[in-house]
């Protein structure tokens, strides 16, 4: 069975630090997600990971890949208020390019930004 | 374009009733699936449809969950005799092919007392 952990699970930050969310997970998988929902609402991709070694940018979010560790990095650089939510990672059972459909999630970490 | 959607967007009923949930995903996509979120929690799987049939219903917790997507488009989860433990928030999700990110409704929030 799938297991995935994220840690930390709260993150209670100041304005402009940096810091790093990681997911790990149990079985062999080339597709991890991660999502970001704020209070009360739904989930919104943020990136997809598709490989080993792969490394996404957005703002101040960067996310990467390593598929022989089974761990993802979610980086936050310089946070502001804004990124104040619940980050999730969420992997895909995949193998050789073949999707299996259905997410496994992490517990989820919630991030609190603060002056 | 129009995101998934999902109806009722809140489901108060009382244990023992039957609850009929609907979402419809966004416009083309093959891919169909349902999740469930508890709170503090992150989703987990229910049943995930590849056009009309049922790919993989593992994450069903019992047979008082149901769901069907008759032509291929929008789906409905049915829970019959509800309990206080089907109390939570049901995400639906679409993907263009199965192969792609997921794409997650607004949710239900359903509440059994």
């Known amino acids: 069975e799938l297991k995935v952990e994220q840690n930390p699970l709260f993150l209670s930050m100041q304005e402009g630090k940096n810091y790093t969310i990681y997911c790990n997970y149990s079985?062999?998988?080339?597709?991890l997600y991660w999502y970001r929902q704020d209070p009360g609402k739904s989930l919104e991709s943020l990136f997809v990971?598709?490989?080993?070694?792969a490394v996404k940018q957005e703002g101040r979010l960067m996310a990467s890949l390593d598929t022989k560790a089974r761990l993802s990095t979610l980086h936050i650089t310089a946070a502001v208020h804004d990124l104040s939510a619940t980050y999730f990672c969420?992997?895909?059972?995949?193998?050789?390019?073949?999707?299996?459909?259905?997410?496994?999630f992490g517990q989820g970490t919630i991030l609190t930004v603060h002056p | 374009g129009a995101g998934v959607s999902q109806t009722p967007s809140n489901k108060v009923t009382e244990k023992g009733k039957y609850v009929e949930l609907r979402c419809d995903p966004i416009?083309?996509?093959?891919?169909l699936y349902w999740y469930r979120q508890s709170l503090g929690q992150g989703p987990e799987f229910l049943i995930y449809?590849?056009?009309?049939?049922?790919?993989?219903d593992s994450g069903l917790p019992n047979d008082r969950f149901f769901a069907v997507r008759p032509e291929g488009s929008v789906s409905t989860l049915k829970i019959q005799r509800t309990e206080r433990g089907d109390s939570a928030m049901y995400l639906c999700?679409?993907?263009?092919?199965?192969?792609?990110?997921?794409?997650f409704g607004p949710g239900t929030r359903l509440l059994v007392l």
């Open positions: 079985t062999t998988s080339d597709r």
């Open positions: 416009s083309g996509h093959t891919a």
């Open positions: 999700a679409s993907s263009i092919q199965g192969q792609e990110t997921q794409y």
């Open positions: 990971l598709l490989s080993n070694g």
């Open positions: 449809f590849q056009g009309t049939g049922a790919a993989d």
């Open positions: 969420a992997v895909d059972e995949s193998a050789g390019g073949t999707s299996y459909g259905k997410l496994t």
